[in-house]
């Protein structure tokens, strides 16, 4: 994450040198923040930051089984919130730290290393609705908004600034010194108020999402009693969300009246962590470790060990003994779209490209809006150069999932295949827009105009794309001098 600190590092030592150090507090805890920032504004704030962190930050894990358990996870929580309608994302960092944080607009990042520290799913859950409720009671735009003369520009660098606090305290902290803004710093993490009141929401969508009620303040405690033994160094959650005995009591004093049931852990679960563990460090060491816990039995459940075992030997392309893995975990009576998806990328490793074909399409059947299997499935048919498949299948994905830049990927890709150029820059440019890059939006246009091979319709498509896009850079410069 070194890149990642230093990427947040520089843009905090610029946004605090704005004039937002001049500006009045944050508004008081019952004031309204849409009426300082609109929903809108603080969604593409968050976007852009987002943009930084999938595109440019190394430490961004672009693991689609990992995703989707996490938005899946998070939807059930969403929609339990105040506002399930807002619109959640939830991503992983490849970080070992215990962190998870919250972004503006409803974008909520967890460490690799919590979801390797919690030890059930409902601790998980109560760490997420939280942070859930930061974002549905707009404390983030609390702390982002501080002067209605700040730009866009402003606002998102105020914005990366707090996500460096979230992300790396020590490191936000030094870059405040050398900017001379230390009347900003108590800003950067969360007040006493702010975390009451995410402790409260978020204990009540624990409960009405089904988890158990307990895992939030046992998580919590335990993490607390773990930083006890070393001074000065709490983890970095505990750093932005201050954790005093009052929020303990509190939380065990909501507890007191809910009766005790036991919650099972999701298989989900269980998978979710041994991949992010068999992902860790070279792939024969992570062999060697879980061949380790199945050797001396250290495990809370056999399938997940054996399935991170068939990860790692994926990892290792030792692509037989992943598969023996994987038909060990299916005798284990598993049922899971990662567990499909893992099969059918070990055939298609063997080279049987039709064999990994035929089981994602009957994951896709089981599981028809997992967008592992989908990602998988469509990277398989461009790999097998079967492009006009490709093609028809990242056009009916889009129908479905219109901002989804994978699915602009194959589409760009098929006509590459097909040897339709203007189409493939037209499809580059869409991807590249939504990625937040409109120069090379543009590019990509002026390039599809000049392939020659665009029919009169689709020519007219890509002038007019290119007039939308000329037009947008024109705002954004706007935005950027305002």
Not at 343 to 372: C, F, H, S
Request: with cysteine; net charge neutral.
């Amino acid at each position: 994450m070194r890149s990642i600190h230093r990427l947040f590092a520089g843009v905090l030592a610029c946004a605090l040198t704005v004039q937002l150090l001049h500006a009045e507090g944050l508004p008081e805890l019952g004031d309204v923040a849409s009426n300082e920032l609109s929903l809108a504004t603080e969604r593409k704030i968050g976007q852009q930051i987002m943009d930084e962190i999938r595109w440019r930050e190394p430490s961004y894990l672009d693991d689609p089984d990992v995703e989707n358990y996490l938005n899946q996870l998070g939807e059930r929580l969403v929609a339990m919130s105040d506002d399930p309608g807002m619109g959640f994302q939830f991503f992983a960092i490849n970080d070992l730290s215990i962190n998870a944080f919250a972004m503006p607009g409803g974008f909520i990042g967890v460490h690799v290393g919590l979801l390797l520290a919690v030890q059930t799913e409902s601790e998980l859950a109560g760490v997420l609705a939280h942070e859930v409720s930061h974002v549905t009671q707009r404390h983030i735009a609390r702390q982002i908004f501080q002067s209605k003369k700040l730009s866009m520009a402003s606002m998102v660098a105020m914005g990366l600034s707090l996500l460096a606090a979230r992300s790396s305290p020590q490191g936000a902290m030094a870059a405040i010194s050398t900017t001379q803004a230390g009347a900003i710093a108590a800003q950067l993490a969360y007040s006493r108020d702010f975390e009451r009141e995410a402790d409260r929401l978020g204990f009540d969508i624990l409960r009405r999402a089904g988890y158990d009620v307990r895992g939030m303040s046992g998580f919590f405690a335990r993490l607390q009693q773990s930083t006890r033994q070393y001074e000065n160094n709490a983890t970095a959650y505990l750093r932005t969300h201050p954790l005093s005995g009052e929020r303990m009591s509190d939380m065990q004093n909501r507890e007191q009246p809910v009766a005790y049931r036991q919650v099972a852990d999701s298989q989900d679960f269980q998978l979710v962590r041994a991949r992010v563990r068999a992902l860790q460090g070279r792939p024969s060491d992570a062999v060697r470790e879980f061949e380790t816990f199945l050797r001396d039995r250290k495990y809370s459940s056999e399938a997940g060990t054996r399935y991170g075992l068939a990860v790692a030997f994926a990892r290792n392309r030792d692509w037989a003994a992943a598969e023996q893995e994987l038909a060990a975990v299916r005798r284990l009576k598993v049922s899971s779209a990662m567990v499909d998806r893992q099969l059918a990328e070990i055939k298609t490793g063997r080279g049987e490209k039709e064999a990994g074909l035929t089981l994602y399409r009957e994951a896709m059947v089981r599981y028809p809006r997992n967008l592992a299997v989908l990602y998988g499935y469509g990277n398989t048919l461009i790999g097998d150069r079967q492009f006009a498949a490709a093609l028809k299948f990242a056009d009916d994905q889009l129908q479905i999932y219109p901002l989804d830049v994978h699915f602009y990927k194959f589409r760009a890709d098929s006509y590459a295949g097909l040897g339709r150029r203007s189409q493939h820059h037209l499809a580059l440019a869409e991807l590249t827009a939504l990625k937040g890059q409109t120069a090379g939006a543009i590019e990509q246009l002026q390039l599809a105009q000049q392939a020659g091979d665009a029919n009169f319709y689709e020519m007219s498509m890509i002038d007019g794309r290119l007039r939308e896009m000329k037009k947008r850079q024109i705002e954004e410069m706007k935005e950027r001098r305002n």
